[in-house]
C-alpha cells in the first residue's frame, strides 16, 4: 500500500499519519544516547525525531507534521524524564530535564513551519495543475473544434464541387438538347433524321448502340431504321418492343423484373433491351427506340429517355410529312404517276449515267386516241376517269425499275433505263394491248378506250434530252396518222418513222 493511502483517513476516523509510529524506537534509543552522552542532551533525541516529522511533513503537510512534532516532542519529554528518574538530581538532572523539552518545541516549530511551506507549494502546484488541466482541455477542445471544421469545410467543398459538376452537366444535357431540335428541326429527310436521334440517343442516354424502329401499319411490323441495321423487320405485338408500341409507354429491364406478368416478355426478345420508349406523336405511337446497353444510368436516366423518344416523335412525324409532301409534289394528282417536272429531271440523272456508262436508255410516250370526244359527250368526270384508269395500268405494267409520269393532258411517258429499243416496243405493245382490251364502264357506259405509243432510244435515236422527247413525240405522232391504236418506232438514221405492227398475243413479262 502507498503512503498516500496510508495517510488518507477513514470517514469519521482520525488520521495518525504513519511515521508517528517511528517516534516510539527513536525515543527508546534517544534513552541510553543521552544517558552515555550528556554533554548532547536532547540534541540526539531532536535529531532523530526530526526525521518522521520531515517526513510527515513533506508526505501530507501541516497537519500530519504538526502530529508527527508533537509525538516527537513528548517522545523527547519521556526520555528526558526517564534520564532524570535514574540520574542523581542536580545541575545535570536540571539540563536532561530542560534542554530536551526545548528541543522538542524547535522540533514542532520545525514540523509545522516546513509543512506549512510544504502545503502553500502544494496548493500552489494544485492550482498550476488545475490551470494546466483547463488549458490541456481547452486546447484538445480547441483541436475538436478545429478538425471538426476541417471535415465541414471539407465536406462543404465537395458539395460545391458536385454541385458545379451538376449544373456544368446540366448546362451541358441543355445545349445537347438544344443542339438535337435545332438539327431535327432544320433537317426533314427521315434517313438525316434517323442519324441524328440515334446520335442524340447515344451521347444523351450514353448508350453505344441505340436503333430506332418505325411501325409498318399496313404489314403490322416495327421496321428497324438505326443505319447499320436497315430493314430488319419484328413483329408489331411481341417482346419488350412491341409492348412498348402497344401501350404507349416506357418499360425497362427492372419494370420486368419486378413485375412476374412481364417476365414473358424477355423470352420472346431476341434483343435483350435494357429500356424501351414509344415514339408517341399526340395519341399516335410511330415506333419505338430501343436501348440495348448504357454505359452509367444516372437519375435523369428516365426522363432523357422520355425526352429523346418524344424528340424523335416529332422528328419521325415530320419526316413523314415531308416525304408525303415531296412525294405528292412530285406525282400527278390525278394518276398517281410522277409528274412532268419530275420526268425532266429524272431522265436527265438517268441519261447523266447511261452517257458516263455507255448504256442504252428509251422512253415511251403515249396518248390517249380521241379523249376529247370523252369529255364532249361523257362530261370532263369521264375524261378524269378515262385518264385514272390508264394511269393505273401503267402502274401495273411498266417493270420495277421503269419511270413512268404523266407528262401532260391526256400523254404518259415512260423512261426505261438499261433497255434497248425492241425491248422497250415490247412493253408499248403490252401496254397498248391491256389498254385497248380494259373493260371500262363510266356511269352505266361502257368505253372503249386506245392509244398511240411512239418509242425512241439514247443514243440510238438521239444524243441529248430534249432530241430524244422529240424523236418520241414524233413517232407517237406517226402513230396516230397511221390509224391511231398503235406503236411506233423512231427510225434509227434519217427516214420515215416506221410503224410496228401490234402484236397481240404479246403478253408482259415485267
Wanted: net charge negative; glycine share 8%; hydrophobic share 45%.
Amino acid at each position: 500500500m502507498t503512503p498516500e493511502k496510508l495517510n488518507q483517513p477513514l470517514p469519521g476516523q482520525f488520521h495518525v499519519p504513519a511515521y508517528v509510529y517511528l517516534t516510539i524506537p527513536l525515543a527508546l534509543l534517544a534513552i541510553p544516547l543521552e544517558m552515555t552522552l550528556p554533554r548532547f542532551p536532547g540534541q540526539i533525541g531532536f535529531i532523530l525525531m526530526l526525521l518522521p516529522a520531515l517526513m510527515a511533513a513533506f508526505e501530507g503537510g501541516f497537519r500530519p507534521a504538526l502530529v508527527a512534532g508533537l509525538a516527537g516532542a513528548l517522545g523527547l519529554a519521556g526520555a528526558a524524564w526517564f534520564v532524570q528518574w535514574t540520574v542523581h538530581e542536580g545541575w545535570i538532572g536540571f539540563i536532561a530535564a530542560v534542554l530536551p523539552v526545548a528541543w522538542g518545541v524547535a522540533l514542532v516549530g520545525c514540523a509545522t513551519w516546513l509543512g506549512r511551506c510544504l502545503d502553500i507549494v502544494r496548493q500552489r502546484a494544485d492550482v498550476l495543475q488545475s490551470q494546466c488541466d483547463q488549458h490541456e482541455r481547452s486546447i484538445y477542445q480547441l483541436y475538436k473544434d478545429s478538425a471538426e471544421i476541417v471535415v465541414s469545410n471539407e465536406r462543404e467543398k465537395q458539395r460545391r464541387l458536385q454541385e458545379d459538376a451538376q449544373r456544368v452537366d446540366l448546362s451541358r444535357l441543355l445545349l445537347n438538347i438544344q443542339h438535337l431540335g435545332r438539327e431535327l428541326c432544320g433537317n426533314l429527310q427521315m434517313k438525316a433524321v434517323v442519324q441524328l436521334v440515334t446520335e442524340a440517343a447515344a451521347k444523351l442516354l450514353k448508350s453505344p448502340n441505340p436503333r430506332l424502329f418505325i411501325i409498318d401499319e399496313q404489314a403490322r411490323e416495327l421496321v428497324d431504321h438505326t443505319p447499320g441495321c436497315t430493314g430488319v423487320r419484328l413483329p408489331l405485338d411481341v417482346g419488350m418492343l412491341g409492348w412498348a408500341a402497344k401501350h404507349g409507354q416506357i418499360i425497362t429491364a427492372e419494370d420486368i423484373s419486378k413485375n412476374h406478368t412481364l417476365a414473358n416478355l424477355r423470352e420472346q426478345d431476341g434483343t435483350h433491351w435494357h429500356a424501351c420508349a414509344p415514339m408517341r406523336f399526340g395519341q399516335k405511337v410511330l415506333g419505338v427506340l430501343g436501348i440495348e446497353t448504357v454505359e452509367s444510368r444516372g437519375q435523369e436516366f428516365d426522363r432523357l429517355l422520355y425526352i429523346v423518344a418524344n424528340f424523335a416523335a416529332v422528328a419521325v412525324n415530320n419526316g413523314r410529312v415531308y416525304e408525303q409532301a415531296r412525294e405528292s409534289a412530285r406525282r400527278d394528282g390525278l394518276t398517281g404517276l410522277f409528274n412532268h417536272a419530275t420526268f425532266q429531271s429524272q431522265l436527265a440523272e438517268i441519261l447523266s449515267e447511261a452517257s458516263e456508262a455507255g448504256g442504252t436508255v428509251s422512253i415511251v410516250l403515249s396518248d390517249v386516241d380521241h379523249f376529247k370526244q370523252f369529255n364532249d359527250r361523257y362530261g370532263h368526270q369521264a375524261g378524269d376517269y378515262v385518264l385514272g384508269s390508264v394511269g393505273e395500268l401503267w402502274t401495273r405494267l411498266i417493270p420495277q425499275r421503269a419511270f413512268a409520269a404523266r407528262y401532260g393532258g391526256e400523254e404518259f411517258v415512260c423512261v426505261f433505263a438499261e433497255t434497248d429499243v425492241d425491248t422497250a416496243t415490247q412493253h408499248a405493245e403490252a401496254l397498248r394491248f391491256a389498254i385497248e382490251n380494259a373493260e371500262l364502264e363510266f356511269d352505266g357506259n361502257p368505253l372503249r378506250v386506245t392509244a398511240s405509243f411512239g418509242v425512241a432510244a439514247f443514243p440510238v435515236h438521239a444524243k441529248d434530252q430534249a432530241a430524244l422527247i422529240r424523236e418520241a413525240d414524233a413517232a407517237m405522232y406517226k402513230a396516230k396518222r397511221d390509224g391511231r391504236n398503235r406503236v411506233c418506232n423512231a427510225p434509227a438514221q434519217s427516214g420515215d418513222v416506221k410503224p410496228v405492227a401490234p402484236k397481240l398475243e404479246t403478253t408482259h413479262t415485267g
